[in-house]
């Protein structure tokens, strides 16, 4: 089974702006320190941010989930049209029976003073896990954009390291 959710966010801030956040490194920086409660912790395995980078997302507790943390690896930066994708490569969804499950990011340009966030799910579940898929929630991304947007428009200055 295939299947995919997104979600768009309209913000008051240019496309190239956004971009810069959401292209490399600094996401995952900036997103465990102003979302602590969405992800406890991101660490960097493998890479400069570039494709083939490899991150390790660690999430809060949540009593009976299961779900502890996963590693993504950035399988695509296109910064002519402003998409990014990784996929999951260990442990996350995929423990729940899905062989794919991939975000792609995808900042699009209103005008000059304005963009769009767009953010995709794609994934695939065996039939025997077919239940799962019910699972599959954009909301975790939605609150991302959501910080990140204001993050920008309020200016606001967070430490942002990698931890290694």
């Known amino acids: 089974m295939k299947g995919q ?3 768009e966010l309209n913000v008051s801030v240019p496309a190239s702006v956004v971009w810069e956040i959401y292209s490399g490194l600094e996401l995952g920086q900036l997103v465990y320190k ?3 409660d969405v992800i406890k912790m ?3 395995v493998e ?3 570039g494709v083939g980078t490899v991150l390790k997302v660690t999430f809060p507790p ?3 989930l299961g779900l502890t943390h996963f590693k993504e690896k950035f399988t695509k930066i296109d910064h002519e049209n402003r998409i990014k994708e990784t996929d999951v490569i260990e442990g996350g969804y995929l ?3 899905f062989s794919l499950y991939r975000v ?3 900042i699009v340009e209103k005008d000059a003073e304005s963009s ?4 995709i799910i794609e994934y695939e579940v065996g039939d025997e896990f077919a239940e799962n898929a019910s699972l599959v929630t954009t909301k975790p991304l939605e609150a991302i954009a959501e910080a990140i947007a204001k993050y920008i428009i309020d200016g606001k200055k967070v430490k942002t390291t990698v931890a290694h």
């Open 62 to 64: 949540v009593p009976g």
């Open 104 to 106: 792609i990011f995808e």
């Open 95 to 97: 423990t729940f029976g």
């Open 42 to 44: 991101v660490e960097l």
């Open 5 to 7: 959710v997104s979600h």
């Open 47 to 49: 890479g400069d941010g």
């Open 116 to 119: 769009t966030i767009r953010s």
């Open 34 to 36: 102003l979302l602590p």
